[in-house]
Structure formats: structure tokens, C-alpha cells
């Protein structure tokens, strides 16, 4: 398996190519309609495309759906990801590092920040709830969370974040219009580094179903954690970056 | 529609004893202060209008300048009026410009001046209620002329483009479709503004600012949509967040039909002080009965952040309390849109059956209701297909537990804000149930003793057993505790509580004399 590096999409048989698309487009159905639809997909690689169903919707809108083959081929090998670059760790294995390497409690402080009100995010990340029957961070002993809730602004949190002595501070966006998340995101990250030395500010991590794991860099955060994330994986994260491999550097100054 | 759970008659009336003994301490609360946002209220009903070049309204502009004088605790409308006839002028908007601009001082008068301010602030007030009164017999002249939607539930219809202009025509395009009830949902943000932006707005996040123009116009369109469809297709906004009072008046003045009107949503969810919400909410809750205006109240929040089996009491508690707030505020029966949501996790065995269980104990306590069912959103996964289905399932129980208002899942809830496919595709799985399965609520009778049965009881049994509690600690400790939906909410923190204060001995506030004179 490991050489078969270019693969296509699966229907039925290896190799057909098939996929499946839905779409809108602003006109009345009719025949031309559908003939435009078509179009679309042929010039989206599908080929030969099937016009499955097409149904009008209002005055000057139809619906369809397309089956077809497409064209393209998928090179695995040139694909990005962020895989997971830490071991996952369940909650007592979290708390013994904690309580073994760091000595006290390891402090979290989350927020919705902006205008967003929709705590839905970090709340199952944070809440005991937690969320898909996995408890959230105020579940495991070791850590001291502070949730601040929705519409935080970012002085707040950067005051919040040096009151609680913050180790890591989690933001959750969900609200996306007009790029909303990544504005505040950059707003936030700039107003830590202006807030704190390199070494005294804490680890900052952004989440929301909308954000693009490999933007982190450019976002000025640490860490960027997508749609499913559970609150254990943050949790593994929190240890394996301020814990399992930074013990020996900068963090250590903080304590001190 | 009742006894298809055999509930105990005396546990039903212990639990509304109960909730009537937690609510008393706050309707006592909210009797005795008063809001910035209250004062306001009463001040748009006695004729100020308009905004300064920022964008700050008169009314708020007016009401501040009186605090800084005076302060809140006597009420504004003695001292306004006051102002107004010692400065010779008949405009409240005009005394407001100059109230601004620091050429006005307000005082308390006494004697003959103090009597004579309130009787003139008594009729301007009467004559902004007088509109209300007027709307509402438009209203039902219209439902009398279009009629009511052919089935029960209604189906309401969500449309959010940041843009009154484009809102306008997905709106009456939904209308077509078979949307009963439109709401415009608020710009993000909105509830924590402390005071009503103005005129007709183009800019919003994730929602469309709640502004009197913004009302008028999208009910004007509705009406002509009403004509067209040969139905009365009603609207629906939000009285909710730090200016719900004022929120409520220019409901009531432009004639909007619904408005969501939660007793502790802007507590537990927008972390606005109790005491604050609990006063607003007994002034719009006034004002929304003398409107005519059917409230959506909020229990589905509660199940997007705690667990829907664990939790399900607190949504009977909830609805209890919110029932328990609305009579006494005036507010019949069939304007109560209790709420409840489809929430349990589909991956739970039996989920179905819990959830019919659920639905029918709310419908069985409030038989005159309407109830405003809500779908699925928590476990709504970006899997659109399975989306499809668990909204199908919604729309199921809906029908098979004669729900009021039915607002439509969408299948890309949580994907995106819904597309124009989105909407016609979850509007055909309404139809398509209802049409399957519209009457199944007729045949559809729980066996005795029988799962569902015992699952009602046991969830109205746990809700008694936590108002108990929650009236033994009184209900704001109850808050503070994170009782509900976990967030803890203490009396003496959250935003919004600089504008409260409590009364004065000559506090007098118009409107809410004449709203109790009626009620």
C-alpha cells in the first residue's frame, strides 16, 4: 500500500473517480438550466457528469445535484497536515505530570473573545461536562481553570491571563463573518507579546470549527486546534509543550 | 391534548406552588428598582426619538443627563417633565438635545410642580401605549383578514444577513416557501450595547441590528407578504440583553409579533447582572402583554451547554419559573412560547423515546401554551446527511407532541449561516412530515406505565425536588450556585448593574402605572 502514493476518488471501484456535488445557481429551471449546471461541472473536472435532480427553488434559484467522475488525481505525498506531534494522555497521566514535573497547579485561562457570545467552544473544552462523553479541563485536578466566558475583550484577558498567572491561555472563536476569528486572533497574540516578554507570556491557543490548523504561525499563536477537538487532546498538548519539552528552558524563569 | 402521561394533578400543583414561591422574592426585587433601560422605555413611549450624530439615541442621552443631576432612583419622568415646562417647551426630543448640549438642569420638584410633571408625563406616556393599543387591533384585524396558518406548529424561519435590504427579500422568499414566523436574528454583540442603534442598518455580524426602522420596514414587507400569501406571517426579534424594556416598547410600536423574552438567558448566557435582567424582564414582559406579542422564552440554551437527559429538569423548572414571571406580569396562556429543544445525544440508546417523553411532559404542564420547540444544534456534527435525519426525527416529535412553534433545523447548523438550498431543503422535510405525519398526535397515546411514561414522571419529579432547593437557597443563590446550565452568575456581578437602582418614596415611572392599571 505504501507506494500507491496517487489515488482518486472511490464510488464503487477502485479507480472510478466518482464523486458527488451539490450546488445552486441563480437562474429558473429549464433545460438551459441544467445545461449550465453541466457546465459548471465540467469545467469543475467532472467527466462525463450525470444532472441527478434539479429542482427550482422561489423565483430564480435551482437546486441540482451531480454525480460524476472526476479527473483529478490526489498525490498523498504532497499533502500538509498537522498530525499530532504529542502523545495522548489520559486525565490521571495529565495530573501526574503536573503534580511530578511542574509542582503546582497548572493554570488555564479561557475565553470567547470579541464580540462572539457563542461559548458553545469552550465551554466543552473547559466545562466538567466537557463534551462527546469526555470530561473538560476543570475536570482534572492538577489544572486551575479560569473561564471567563463570552464576549471577553483582550485587555481583559491579558490582565486576567497575569492575575491567574496564567500557563496557557485558550480563546475559542466560532463567529467567522468577515474574518472575524482571525482578526481577533491576531489582535489577541499581538496584545500578549506587547504585554509580556518572550519567556513570561503564556502559551496561546485558538480553536473554532473555521480556523486552518496550519495558520498558526501566521496568527502569532502557539497552537491552532480544529473542529472535534477534545478537551483531552488540549490537555496532552498543555503537557507535552510547557511540560515533557520545555521543562529545561524559559518557563522555568516564571517560576522562579 | 392532556392525560396521555398521567401526571399527579397535586405534583403539577406543587411544582407551580413552588415556582410561584421562588419567583415572589424577585418579582419583590423588581418591583422596588428600576434600570436605566426601564427609564428609557418609558421615555421612548412619551415621544423622544432619534439619535445624536454619533449614533447615541436621544432617550439615552436624556436619561444620563438626568441621573447625573438627579440620579435614577426617583424615575425620569417627573424630573423630565419638570424640565419641560419650566423651559417652555412641548418637544421631549428637543428638551433632550438641550439636555445634552448642558444647558437643561433637572430637579425633583415638590408640591403643585411635582403633581402637575406627572400628570403631563402620565398623557404623553398614554398616548405612546395608545399606539401599542392601536397596533395591536391592527394585528387583529389583519389575522382576521389573512388568517392563521393552516397547521399547527407554526414554522418559524430564522434569516441573518447582517443587512436589512438583502433580509427583506429571504424573507418573503421563505414566507413562500411556508415560513409562518420570521425572525431576524441580532448582530452578535447586540445584547451588551446599552442602547438601541438607529435607522435602517447594512452592517451586521452574524445577525442584523434590532432597530425601530429596521422593525418597521421588515414588518411592512411581511404585511405585503400577508396580502400575497392570503396568511398573517408574523415577525419576530429579540427583547433580550441590556436593553430589553426598550427592545419590547418598539416591538409593541411597530407591531412585531413574537419576541424572544427569557427570564434568566442574559444572566446565565451573556453574564448580565441578575438584578438588572429580573427588573428589565418584568417591565417588556408588561409591555409585551399589553402588545399582544407572543414571548419566546429560552430553555433550548440550557441543553447546549449541560447535558439534555441529565439536565432535562432544569427545562421544566425553567419553563415553571418563566410561566410563574409572564402571569404575573400580565402575559396570558397562549402568549407564553415556553421553549424546548431536540438535544439529546442521537448516539444515546432510546434517545428518540426520551426525547417524546420530554416534549410531551412540556406540552402536558402548559396545555395552553403554544410551546417553541427547537431542533438540534449540540450534535449537529457538519455531517449534513445525518443532519437531514436528526432534523427529520425533530420534526417528528414535533408533530407527534402538538407542539406551537416549530423552528426549523437546518442541516448545516454549525457549517455555515444557512444557504438558500439549505433553507429549501429543510423546509421540504418540514412539509414532508407534517404532511406524513401531521395528526399522529391524535393516535399516538404512550403505554401506561410504559418507558416514556416513567420518564416524564421521573423528569418532573426530579424538577419539584430542585425547586425545593432552589427555594430553600432562594433562587439568586441558585444562580450564583451555577444551578442553571452550570454558568455561575452572583447578584452583585455581571454587566449592567451600574444601571439599577432602587426606588425612591416618590419614584414614579407612567408606564408601568398605566401597564398595571390594565393588567
Redesign the interface.
Known sequence: MSENRVVRPYGDTTGDGMVQM???LPVPHDKRAEGAALQLAAKMGMDPAMLVHA?Q???G?T?FVVYGRVNHLVDLSAVQVVERDFPLLSAKEVNALVKARLRRKLSVVGACIG???H??GI?AIL???GIAGEKGLEYYRELKVTNL???VSVPELVEAARAEKADAVLVSQV?T??D?HLHNTREMAAAFREAMPAGMRPLLIVGG?RFDELMAGELGVDRIFG?GTTPREVASYLVHALITTKMTTNRKVKAA | MTGKLDLDPALVRRARELARRAGQPVVELARSHTTVSVERAALRLAGVTGADPEGIPWVNRLVDAVVADVGLGHGVAVPVFDALAREQITDVTLLAQKAAAGSVRFTVPSGRAASSARRAARRATAAGIKVIDRRRAERDRMIKRYGDPAQRPWIYLIVAT?DIYEDIPQAQ?AA??GADVIAVIR???Q??LDYVPEGPTREG??GTYATQENFRLMRAALDSSSKELGRYVRLTNYASGLCMPEMATLAGLERLDMMLNDSMYGIL???INPIRTFVDQRFSRQVHARAGIIINTGEDNYL????AVDEAHTVTVSQLLNEYFAHEAGLADRQLGLGHAFEINPDLPESFRLELAHALLARELFPDAPLKWMPPT?HMT?DVFRGNLLDGFFNLVGAMTGQGILLVGMMTE??V?P???DR??ALQNVRYVLNAAGNLHEDFVPAPGGFIQQRAHRVLGEAVELLERIVDDTLLNAIADGTFG??KRPADRGKGLDGVARHCDDYYNPATEILEGQA
Open positions: 451539490s450546488f445552486t429542482t427553488m422561489g423565483d434559484f437546486f464580540t462572539d457570545a461559548t458553545v465551554d466545562n466538567v461536562k466566558g463570552a464576549q463567529v463573518q468577515r472575524a470549527p473542529r | 447582517g422568499a413562500r416557501a448582530s452578535t454583540g445584547s451588551l455580524f452574524a448566557f451573556r453574564d447546549t451547554t449541560a447535558d449540540k457538519g454549525a457549517v449561516t444557504w438558500l438550498s429549501d431543503i452550570i454558568m
